[in-house]
Nanobody
Framework: QVQLVESGGGLVQAGGSLRLSCAAS????????MGWFRQTPGKEREFVGR????????NLADSVKGRFTISSDNARNSVYLQMNSLKPEDTAVYYC??????????????????WGQGTQVSVSS
């Protein structure tokens, strides 16, 4: 069983920065990919970014390109989301997710097998 624990959320003013961390635990942790998603009330979970674990290839949603960076530390079983130039529309609960295999998409929430509990990010104007 894999457990994911996010940290680093909080309240920040527009233009500020936050760094989210996600630590994974489990007997053997070797996912195909790790992803970050976000969700606001009444909306579906939205893709933010993903990184393929072994190859390290990364993708970010167009809405965050140039502002957010996704990275990983495989030795620490951790993935990070550096968020700069934050905007009020970035306000959401951010979730870390792990995908076991290459089956299914890496840009949609349904493609992931494990989820963290979420961390709130609030950006004030």
């Amino acid at each position: 069983q894999v457990q994911l624990v996010e940290s680093g959320g909080g309240l920040v003013q527009a233009g500020g920065s936050l760094r989210l961390s996600c630590a994974a635990s489990g007997r053997t942790f070797s996912p195909y990919a790790m992803g970050w998603f976000r969700q606001t009330p009444g909306k579906e979970r939205e893709f933010v970014g993903r990184i393929k674990w072994s190859r390290g290839s990364k993708n970010l949603a167009d809405s965050v390109k140039g502002r957010f960076t996704i990275s990983s530390d495989n030795a620490r079983n951790s993935v990070y989301l550096q968020m700069n130039s934050l905007k009020p529309e970035d306000t959401a609960v951010y979730y870390c997710a792990a995908k076991r295999t290459s089956i299914g998409g890496t840009y949609v929430a349904v493609g992931y097998d494990y989820w963290g509990q979420g961390t709130q990010v609030s950006v004030s104007s």
